[in-house]
């Protein structure tokens, strides 16, 4: 299958294993038993714009959890990385170490070109990151990667996904809560 071949709403969402900056080799399917899901593909950690959306997730969650949501971010960052700037304790969702991209792959989050990484948005976005004091830490991953958004039902299927066109293109977190049954 070819990234351009995006995933659809119908599509069964695929299983895989990960890791976090705390558990090894946990499965996807294993940890979201028979509730609805909340995947969000985000760039690294070290990102300001990625950053900033998790803190406004994190503010949020609350949407999805009296949904009886399990929420989950997906990074290209290491587990190390992870580990090294943050805690567990921190984050009211999952934070998936994906430095392989394997699970982008999967799930078909392709990266932009320049133009799309250097769209005005972004650049906007990144100006409201640093002003609000969330500042770059490491690279890691592909700088030009997209986000995405998948909700998924408690049967696996995806009910509702959204590729961003630019860097910090994530929907309203209401409307994405507004997706679950």
């Not at 695929?14 to 499965?27: I, R």
Request: net charge neutral; with cysteine; glycine share 8%.
């Amino acid at each position: 299958m070819r990234m351009s071949d995006k995933l659809k709403v119908g599509d069964r969402a695929a299983d895989f294993t990960y890791d976090t900056a705390w558990e090894y080799g946990e499965t996807f399917y294993g940890t979201t038993g028979k509730r609805p899901v909340v995947l969000v593909f985000l760039r690294y950690l070290g990102c300001p714009v990625c950053q900033m959306e998790m803190a406004q997730l994190k503010k949020e969650v609350g949407l999805f959890k009296a949904k009886g949501a399990n929420v989950f971010v997906a990074l290209q960052s290491s587990p190390e990385t992870v580990a090294a700037v943050t805690s567990q304790e921190d984050w009211p969702f999952t934070i998936i170490c994906d430095p392989s991209e394997a699970i982008f792959q999967l799930y078909r989050v392709a990266p932009g070109g320049l133009f799309k990484h250097l769209h005005p948005a972004g650049l906007m976005a990144a100006a409201k990151a640093t002003a609000k004091g969330f500042r770059h830490g490491k690279f890691e991953g592909r700088e030009t990667q997209l986000p995405a958004v998948f909700v998924v039902d408690s049967d696996k299927t995806i009910r509702w996904v959204y590729y961003g066109k630019t860097l910090n293109d994530v929907p309203a977190l209401s409307s994405i809560a507004e997706q679950i049954d």
